[in-house]
T-cell receptor
Framework: TQLLEQSPQFLSIQEGENLTVYCNSS?????LQWYRQEPGEGPVLLVT?????EVKKLKRLTFQFGDARKDSSLHITAAQPGDTGLYLC???????????FGRGTSLIVHP | DAGITQSPRYKITETGRQVTLMCHQT?????MFWYRQDLGHGLRLIYY???????DKGEVPDGYVVSRSKTENFPLTLESATRSQTSVYFC?????????FGQGTRLTVV
């Protein structure tokens, strides 16, 4: 059972476009993370959100945690080819951080 | 160098053979994890460990064995490899709510 559903699964866009990736669950998470993975490498943490309604910005990336702490979104403004990669959301539900991952969104940004 | 390292990076083995994937971290993080990554399934947790000598099953533990006699090492053993275990395996450790991943081991079972 996949606790975290990500959409879309694939995204192919042109440089300069904006995009939003979603991460949804029926479970409440104590925290939620977004990771980015490049081919041949392990995932690398981008951000952690903890508070319902929280918004965090990382340059052109904006992350939002839903008010009920069941969902999150990642918005990229003016995408660049360097943003190409697999974006994964992950969450922990208990006192110990045992991350469960979504299936990921594969993003390709064409020059 | 500090970090988390996996070995080997690539491995081809035959069905029925035992194979061990190694994972070593230099941070002394308490928690360590093994995931497998397959197309269409994302990252699935195989086993995790909260400390030396404490391990627990994840979502897909069948066919795998782990041990953790020292905090820094967390090897994963496939007792009798099957083709369905062909995958990319990632080891990770965590500090708070951040997980740090190795570069992965690509295992092919023929």
């Amino acid at each position: 059972t996949q606790l975290l559903e990500q959409s879309p699964q694939f995204l192919s866009i042109q440089e300069g476009e904006n995009l939003t990736v979603y991460c949804n669950s029926s479970s409440v998470f104590s925290s939620l993370q977004w990771y980015r993975q490049e081919p041949g490498e392990g995932p690398v943490l981008l951000v952690t959100v903890v508070t319902g309604g929280e918004v965090k910005k990382l340059k052109r990336l904006t992350f939002q945690f839903g008010d009920a702490r069941k969902d999150s979104s990642l918005h990229i403004t003016a995408a660049q080819p360097g943003d190409t990669g697999l974006y994964l959301c992950a969450g922990g539900t208990g006192g110990s951080y045992i991350p469960t991952f979504g299936r990921g969104t594969s993003l390709i940004v064409h020059p | 160098d500090a970090g988390i390292t996996q070995s080997p990076r690539y491995k081809i083995t035959e069905t029925g053979r035992q194979v061990t994937l190694m994972c070593h971290q230099t941070w002394s993080h308490s928690y360590m994890f093994w995931y497998r990554q397959d197309l269409g399934h994302g990252l699935r947790l195989i086993y995790y460990s909260a400390a030396a000598d404490i391990t627990d099953k994840g979502e897909v533990p069948d066919g795998y064995v782990v041990s953790r006699s020292k905090t820094e090492n967390f090897p994963l053993t496939l007792e009798s490899a099957t083709r369905s275990q062909t995958s990319v395996y990632f080891c990770a450790s965590s500090r708070g709510t951040e997980a740090f991943f190795g570069q992965g081991t690509r295992l092919t079972v023929v």
